[in-house]
């Protein structure tokens, strides 16, 4: 009986399990579907603005600090991940991304975490300059501005000469797309590309001056706001398939259990037989 005991405190244990993960992927779900609305709705946006200013900065011949670009000596990677775990591959494959790009032995790379994860591993290895694992807390554009404007202010200052973004860029909620973006210097579109023909007022020079801190800014926001849905999406198919797992296992535990009892039974009635067939004898 002590065996059956087992079995059954282990059911107990597995169906405790899938209640805990069932619950996780319904939340996930719900963040979700308010997550892939927003970055959908966003990602137009931030792309045509990108697309416009790489298209004025490729005609520029101007000393234009953004857009300058030279080889590169000292980078700075920021590394989106998230704060909480139990997401699959989600935050490994960024952390795996990160440590290949630092491994690059002609430039000296540095680190800047967005997602508690990320900053735990980094940090034990590698130089780390700031975290900002609270971004996901509150995550509006003036919070992300901010992020966004310190950025700027270390590459205009010459900390770092090249600034890149890692992170998930949400495809599906099943697919999630390892995504390492240029931030700074800005990078021209391509001459034989670009097309486009345009009516400056006011100048050419002064528009690109705006253009620039208002589309560096969406551009971060754009990958904080990807890396969000990407977390929840890769959330809600790990829970999936725990619980699908935990599932399975419950209903082998239940069959190896019925087994044993009968087997119990089976051999008290025996004992039965047997005890009794003496007694006649």
Avoid: W
Avoid at 75 to 99: A, D, H, M, W, Y
Avoid at 110 to 133: A, E, M, P, R, Y
Avoid at 159 to 168: D, G, L, P, W
């Amino acid at each position: 009986m002590a065996n059956l005991k087992e079995i059954r405190n282990r059911i107990s244990s597995v169906s405790s399990t899938m209640q805990i993960t069932n619950a996780m992927k319904m939340v996930s779900a719900a963040k979700l579907k308010k997550a892939q609305d927003a970055i959908v709705a966003m990602r137009p946006y931030s792309n045509k603005l990108t697309g416009i200013l790489q298209d004025l900065s490729s005609s520029i011949d101007s000393d234009n600090v953004f857009i300058q670009n030279t080889e590169a000596n000292k980078t700075l990677i920021i590394c989106i991940t998230s704060n909480r775990g139990l997401c699959g591959g989600f935050n490994s494959n960024i952390i795996k991304k990160c440590v290949s790009l630092a491994s690059n032995k002609n430039q000296e790379v540095s680190f800047l975490c967005l997602g508690k994860k990320g900053s735990d591993i980094l940090s034990k290895k590698h130089n780390v300059i700031l975290t900002k694992n609270e971004i996901f807390e509150d995550m509006s554009f003036e919070n992300v501005k901010e992020i966004a404007d310190l950025l700027i202010q270390k590459f205009v200052d010459k900390e770092f000469e090249k600034i890149q973004i890692v992170y998930n860029r949400f495809k599906n909620a099943a697919t999630q797309i390892i995504t390492n973006e240029q931030f700074l210097p800005i990078l021209p579109a391509d001459q034989q590309e670009n097309n486009q023909n345009y009516i400056f007022e006011p100048s050419k020079l002064e528009i690109v001056n705006e253009l620039i801190p208002k589309s560096l800014r969406t551009q971060l926001f754009k990958a904080l706001r990807d890396s969000y849905a990407s977390e929840h999406g890769a959330r809600m198919t790990a829970m999936h398939k725990a619980t699908d797992n935990a599932t399975e296992l419950r209903d082998q535990l239940k069959l190896t259990y019925n087994k044993a009892r009968q087997a119990a039974i089976t051999n008290e009635i025996l004992e039965i037989v047997g005890g009794a067939e003496a007694l006649n004898n």
